[in-house]
DNA sequence: CTGAAAGCGCTAACAA
DNA sequence: TTGTTAGCGCTTTCAG
């Protein structure tokens, strides 16, 4: 009961052929004989054999293992996104190695070298900005890689994602549209973050653009959580100006400065009208249901899949995949009330 | 520019030593002097060196990866402790690979197949309960394991996690001491999902001990999601008898539950109570306050962590860790209307 | 303390 | 269509 896992050529020997016939049965390339392959597949399972994959990689030189590095997971967003990006792997034969920096940009270069070292085949990273240092290791390693939810403004490198300033922009103008005039913002933490940074960016040119301006007491930069949306909101309310629109950064955050609102009984959209981020599936469960950009999170993850996979295989492919958001208007905002603006 | 990437033994002719003392070096054994170690460690810097991790896994027959394998990452319970995995490995110089079988224990074979194929030192599986040849093919290739959110029964493997079970009964005991009798149950799919189904089995247990049925038609079981969660609430408010106390099998469901009722203007707790489980952050901001049963995730994923590395060195390790879970009573219950008992 | 040398299990030329 | 053979880059005895 203890005899050592069967090797290739343990089913080779089994089979009554050599180690190459194995290899290539199980790589089922189509030299191989419909017969051998069923004489060879008969033994593996017999046997069962399960492939060695660091001598497979070590001599082919492929690991079919891709590599992810996230802020973090603790955070439903990137998780959905990551499970798409999972699964859209899976489908292709591709396993997922998985890293977070932590909202550390200079993390990122530690975990991606050990992704690098671990042998993946390719790397997807979130977001436009990463250090100069990161480039070149995957550069001299020669790993492709793909930056996700945001457009490469350098356009250097493949990316698939969305304009996040734009979408921040579309925001900002509807809650311009229907007479607001008094904005705060509840931003997440903009350092190593350019998503965060191009969405507090195009909320900032919207107003501009209208002559109005985003005062700094009113920009109120915190982690992405809940409980941190709720304290912003709090502040907001309690100080002495109170906005009539407050544009959250991220969906979690808008959650948690509804919810300050609703506990202190402060009216939403009636007296304060508050918009997320992303879209998650509790945007539009809860009541009020959230005013929010649609980013398409599935698509996201199955797209940089696609296109991970395409440089891997040396495919041609999209170097730059742009991904449509939508606002999508619910129930946290409305026109500010009379005499408020 | 584009030389290949620099191997060991480059690294030892630019130090002048054979690629034996680089090795030795590089893994910090204690035999490699100071001086010779300085010297190596300059030359890896400058020529830029990463470790093939292949080749080491190959001849050392040790990857520094652990895999786990979820039901989904989709879902911010399993997100959450996966994430405290991932930095406690991190913390250990290891990887996480990750794979979901989408809440199918058929598919978890095939997905514990690559990961093996993968070569990972150790592996985290959740729940208790898995397909015997899961379990031979673990055993085949001596691949140390760990079951994580629950109690193995059998005792045969090493786990780390809490009794659903009793946890579940505490909840209904707790509603029943407040004074309910009429209950309904929300629970998540049970085929496959040990937690699920003990949580049910718990519930109907501390009903039985005082004499109670949990009514057939007031059991709803349909997926993890807080949409589902809302529907199966809405089930139940339109049903003939209404229940006092609903009971819902995790906290996502939970809070589509409530949503339901406050959409309908029921008071929660005053007209029904709503009982979550697993204590998400959102348990504790959303409006009312959500009653459930913590669960320490993050001291999940990093007991988790410390076993499986345990296991894999070979060291002393505790074979069960149970860890404590509490009951949380907040805004969504209190006892039922006068004459409603 | 450092060097020499033998593979780990597999794939891909090249031969047959 | 199948077999033979030479490594992939590293670690680890075994010598020195």
């Not at 502040?235 to 969906?251: E, F, Q």
Request: neutral net charge; glycine residues 8%; aromatic residues 4%.
């Amino acid at each position: 009961m203890s005899k050592p896992a069967a090797k290739l050529i343990d089913v080779a020997r089994l089979a009554g052929v050599c180690n190459a016939t194995v290899s290539r049965a199980l790589a089922r390339e189509p030299t191989v004989s419909a017969e051998m392959l069923k004489r060879v597949e008969a033994a593996a399972r017999e046997l069962g054999y399960v492939p060695h994959g660091a001598a497979s990689a070590l001599r082919a030189r492929r690991s079919r293992t891709v590599g992810a590095v996230l802020p973090t997971l603790d955070n439903m967003l990137y998780a959905k996104a990551t499970h798409a990006l999972q699964k859209a792997l899976d489908d292709s034969g591709y396993m997922l190695l998985l890293a977070c920096h932590d909202f550390d940009l200079k993390n990122e270069i530690k975990v991606v070298r050990s992704l690098i070292e671990r042998g993946i085949d390719g790397l997807v990273l979130i977001g436009a900005e990463h250090d100069d240092e990161l480039h070149q290791m995957l550069d001299a390693n020669k790993t492709p890689y793909l930056l996700t939810w945001a457009l490469d403004g350098t356009g250097l490198h493949p990316c698939v994602g969305f304009d996040n300033r734009t979408a921040a922009m579309r925001v900002a103008n509807y809650l311009l549209d229907i007479g607001h005039r008094d904005f705060a913002m509840i931003s997440g933490v903009i350092a190593g973050n350019d998503r965060a940074r191009k969405r507090v960016a195009g909320v900032r040119d919207a107003l501009h653009a209208r002559g109005l301006e985003l005062p700094s007491h009113h920009l109120i930069e915190t982690p992405f959580t809940l409980a941190a949306g709720r304290e912003a909101m709090q502040t907001l309310l309690t100080s002495t100006s109170r906005p009539s629109a407050v544009i959250c950064g991220n969906d979690v955050m808008a959650v948690g400065a509804v919810s300050e609102c609703l506990a202190r009984s402060i009216d939403v959209p009636g007296e304060i009208s508050v918009t997320g981020f992303d879209d998650m599936e509790a945007a539009s469960i809860l009541s009020p249901a959230l005013t929010t950009v649609r980013v398409p999170m599935r698509e996201l993850g199955y797209a940089a899949a696609q296109q991970i996979l395409a440089h891997i295989g040396g495919k041609p492919a999209a170097r730059v995949t742009e991904l449509a958001v939508d606002l999508i208007v619910r129930g946290t905002t409305a026109p500010p009330r009379a005499g408020r603006r």
